[in-house]
């Protein structure tokens, strides 16, 4: 569940329903969770009652946070000398086709130290290498269909671990119809 949770955090996925689904499909995502296949994810009410009945008197989680900032300082990444809180109200958007695409895993490099990413709705398509422990992003591989005519999207992208096979799909719109009616 724990991991679960990392996977949510560090892909920005807000939503504990959307967490699970996603986790369900995505291969990376179930790695890194210690998931089989085969296996059922938990779930999203089960993080609720996590948090509200098994947590509640326990400072777990608390132990669990400070544990992840105490290594994160020694690794250097944050200072831990100030912090600050938002708790701006911003309107919730959920509309897909309206959101920015942001970075989409792909799949865990064969060391599991690296992610392979992309972002959707670019063409061509960059995929980059991004070393979990750095942050660091190196390009790896650019994507485009040999014929790029009236390609739109490129995706999903599939990648081998060793990063030497890699098959992707893509839509393309070959032409549109325009049907003008009354004319002389």
């Excluded at 995505?26 to 059922?40: D, G, M, P, V």
Aim: some cysteine; overall charge positive.
């Amino acid at each position: 569940m724990i991991r679960m949770l990392i996977v949510g955090y560090v892909f920005a996925i807000r939503s504990e329903r959307q967490l699970c689904s996603e986790v369900q499909v995505n291969l990376a995502y179930r790695w890194f969770c210690r998931l089989s296949i085969e296996e059922k994810i938990p779930d999203h009410s089960v993080f609720s009652r996590a948090r509200h009945e098994r947590f509640r008197e326990s400072d777990a989680l608390r132990r669990v946070f400070e544990g992840v900032v105490a290594t994160c300082i020694a690794a250097g990444l944050v200072g831990g000398e100030a912090f600050s809180v938002d708790a701006s109200l911003i309107k919730a958007d959920v509309d897909k086709k309206k959101r920015v695409p942001g970075e989409q895993p792909i799949a865990w490099s064969g060391d599991g130290r690296s992610l392979y990413i992309y972002r959707p709705g670019d063409l061509p398509t960059q995929v980059s290498k991004l070393d979990i422990s750095t942050g660091q992003r190196t390009p790896f591989r650019q994507l485009m269909p040999s014929d790029p005519a009236g390609v739109e999207t490129l995706g999903p992208i599939l990648l081998t671990p060793d990063g030497k096979t890699c098959v992707y799909g893509y839509h393309r719109t070959l032409s549109d119809l325009y049907l003008v009616e009354g004319q002389k």
